[in-house]
């Protein structure tokens, strides 16, 4: 079907040749803001019903007057989709919403469920800062996919029978045995990419990230503890009241692998572009409003915080870092590689869709 041609050139945008499981459609769609053709269709289809209702033509005729005694004419389907999308919403933009939910299965698909809590700002900004710095296109594209949830994890792997069981679980690049093959594992933790996460971030003030940790902590936690809310607020405060354009050299500290930072993750996420966290009322009721703003701002603009835009700094890292990860994870899933059949029901053993992707063992290059 068309809409089959339109999943594959998704995957061809991520640099991938078929369809995998390692990303979500319904986020790769959101994501690039193409919606299903179902609804495209739809809308097109309600929108000549209702142009014809008000024509000179004798078709206005045949459109104000539906025939009920045929089983199925063009203009009865069209009445009954006119209503139903009415009932829907009068926004083209819920309509499309309602579609993206009702075919891309987003309600039984984690990957969807995730990408929805976090509220990623729209690609079109990054994607613009993508073409003005077109040496960190595969950091962008990363970003792209980590948006999208994808994972490189040698459990899928073994349940896809691609490796054997002896293969471990921890990170190809640290080898700590509490480290999952993860995108945010890499970005913030890794203690093999300490320096470039140095290089990247150093500029910053060396206090940005503990008072990025404490407006999370704003939000996580209650005011039903007042010396936690004052701790809090005395280091939001502290740091609105210094001089925040000063960028005071960090090197050999790696903030972003300080066991300080209670909100690694979700730093994280706010890096690649997150907005939401499940929090939004929380961050509309904040008195700390002003600084999300300006904070959410500064993901894609220079601005108070930051010289250059956080999505920026993180496409760079990206563009160092994935490299080296799907080299590593090339020479180990191949250490540990499997003749055996794929099992095709894999991916649901770790609660993924079907079809698991053997792009981490055939694709050492990063590029995808």
Known sequence: STQTIINKGFYWILGYSKHNSFVSIYCISKELNIPPLSGKCALAQVRCFNKWKDSNCIISKIVNNVATTRKWTWDKESKILNDKLNNISSSTKEIMEFYWDRDMNS????????????????????????????????????ILRARCGYKIDARVA?????????????????????SYQRIDHWFINCFLFKNLRIDHFSDLDRNFFYFLDSLFNSLVRTSNNPSVDNRINSIVKGYKNSNNMRFNCISNIDILGSK??????????????GRDYGFSDRINNSP?????????KCQTESGTYSKSPFLLRSAALLNDIMPVVCKRQHILFNKFKTNLSRNVNADNTVGQPS??????????SGIG
């Open 107 to 142: 309600d039984k698909s984690i990957k969807a469920k995730t990408y929805k809590l976090y509220n990623f700002e729209e690609s079109r900004s990054y994607l613009k800062l993508n073409l003005e710095f077109p040496e960190y296109s595969k950091g962008f594209r990363w």
């Open 158 to 178: 073994k349940a896809a029978k691609m490796i054997n069981n002896s293969c471990p679980n921890c990170c190809s690049c640290c080898f700590h045995c509490d």
């Open 260 to 273: 300080k930072i209670v909100n690694r993750y979700r730093i994280y996420i706010f890096l690649i572009g």
């Open 288 to 296: 700390y409003k002003k600084e999300w703003e300006c904070l959410f």
């Open 355 to 364: 079809r698991a992707n053997a792009d981490p063992i055939s694709d050492p």
